[in-house]
């Protein structure tokens, strides 16, 4: 059972257009990061969310966590090409808990 | 500050075989994390090391095991291969004292068993 659904799984989009990206789960994390991967590489720490209905932008993108700290999303704003990747988000149920990961949406921005 | 390094970036085994992957964590990290990314499963947890001693450990076999040195390098091994441990192999280190267990991760280690 993967606890951390991410939606959608896969997007193609026209650069400048705008997307969310969710990330759903039934239990309670006690904070939330999104990670970016491009291909050959690691993933990328973009944001950490750990305050219930908290928002975070960094540049384009926007993260919010759920009240319930149960879910979250990524928006993006006017995508660009290099937006391309994989995007994962990931918690610890608890402080100090080992990370789970999501099930990730792989995005494509083409110009 | 020089990031997260794994060797080698790409290894070719046949079943049966064992192989050991190795990972420098940042200067001044001291917990060591092993994820395991494949197209079905995604990216899965196989085991945490802080200070040499292993904090937490993922759903996997006994046959992947770890270890991490007094400089916390860590090294990865997995006996006895089979083809479903094809998968790139992602090595993660963490700031000490972090909250929120954030992880800073290597280019990965892309393991093909034939």
């Known amino acids: 059972t993967q606890l951390l659904e991410q939606s959608p799984q896969f997007l193609s989009i026209q650069e400048g257009e705008n997307l969310t990206v969710y990330c759903n789960s039934s239990s309670v994390f006690s904070s939330l990061q999104w990670y970016r991967q491009e291909p050959g590489e690691g993933p990328v720490l973009l944001v950490t969310v750990v305050t219930g209905g908290e928002v975070k932008k960094l540049k384009r993108l926007t993260f919010q966590f759920g009240d319930a700290r149960k879910d979250s999303s990524l928006h993006i704003t006017a995508a660009q090409p290099g937006d391309t990747g994989l995007y994962l988000c990931?918690?610890?149920?608890?402080?100090?808990?080992?990370?789970?990961f999501g099930t990730g949406t792989r995005l494509a921005v083409r110009p | 500050k020089a990031g997260v390094t794994q060797t080698p970036r790409y290894l070719i085994k046949t079943r049966g075989q064992q192989v050991t992957l190795s990972c420098s964590p940042i200067s001044g990290h001291r917990s060591v994390s092993w994820y395991q990314q494949t197209p079905g499963q995604g990216l899965q947890f196989l085991f945490e090391y802080f200070s040499e001693t292993q904090r937490n450990k993922g759903n996997f076999p006994g046959r992947f095991s770890g270890r991490q040195f007094s400089n916390s390098r860590s090294e990865m091994n997995v006996s006895t291969l089979e083809l479903g441990d094809s998968a790139l192999y992602l090595c993660?280190?963490?700031?000490?004292?972090?909250?929120?267990?954030?992880?800073?991760f290597g280019p990965g280690t892309r393991l093909t068993v034939l």
């Open positions: 993660a280190s963490r700031r000490t004292g972090s909250p929120y267990n954030e992880q800073f």
């Open positions: 990931a918690g610890p149920k608890s402080s100090g808990d080992k990370l789970t």
